[in-house]
């Protein structure tokens, strides 16, 4: 259950770097780095030439500062190939706090964050402008997250959900998130996330967003008759994933792989 435990610290997404309810001890830190393709029309992937190809890359990184409270940044490029004025690089950061740990481990916590375009000051603002999503955002979540073991292995599940303010008269949003994980062999997880963003107004889009993944933790390998590891497990993760979103079929499929890497 360590070992477990270490994961459902790190990225819960694949589509979309993040972590859930869970802290990270104080000293300990976690950094993800994400790569992917976006493809629509999905048949794309196998034959003739897509409507839109973009490709993502981000760089997640936490830290425990203190004892209950996690600080976290990300840097995130969105690229298309066939729309050159589709370009979007983001930074961001945010603090999570754990507000009550219960007796099997279930938590409760709340996190404050933001981020900002900032391809505006690499390509200039005029065209900046012209992309629809290239807008400050700032937010406020309330997390829950439990794992458990049971008959046939380990499992969690992590609920979030929360406010999200979006500048220069974008709509604001209601965002609900909704991962479930399952280990069922030493260091192989399965995941599943659902992720809803329901627009305060006009201009936004609906969205649900269907992400399926596996995670295969590449160290520490913990089999029947190995020794465990002695102190602190630092997990090095390879997870892959695909992402789809169910209101906008029409915008295609993702594919990403993920690194996690404790520290």
Sequence with gaps: M??????LIACLSVAEAAAGAWTLAKGSGQIIMTTGRKIAPIGAYFSGLPEKDSNTAQIFVEYGVAERWTLGAMLQS???????EALEIRAGAHLRHRLWQGAQGDVISAQLGFAAPIER?????DLADSLPHSVPEAHLRALYGRGWEWGLGNSFISTEGGFHWRGEGAANELQFDFTAGHETWKGVLGL???????????GGEHSLKLAPSIAWTIWPRIGRNDKKPEGKVNPNTVQLGISWDALNP????????????SF
């Design 121 to 125: 000051w690499i390509v200039g603002k």
């Design 2 to 7: 360590r070992l477990l435990a270490a994961l």
């Design 250 to 261: 029409r915008d295609g499929l993702g594919a990403q792989i993920s690194l996690w890497r």
């Design 78 to 84: 969105d690229i298309s190939t066939t729309d050159l």
């Design 192 to 202: 599943l996330g659902i992720y809803s963003t329901l627009p305060l107004g006009g």
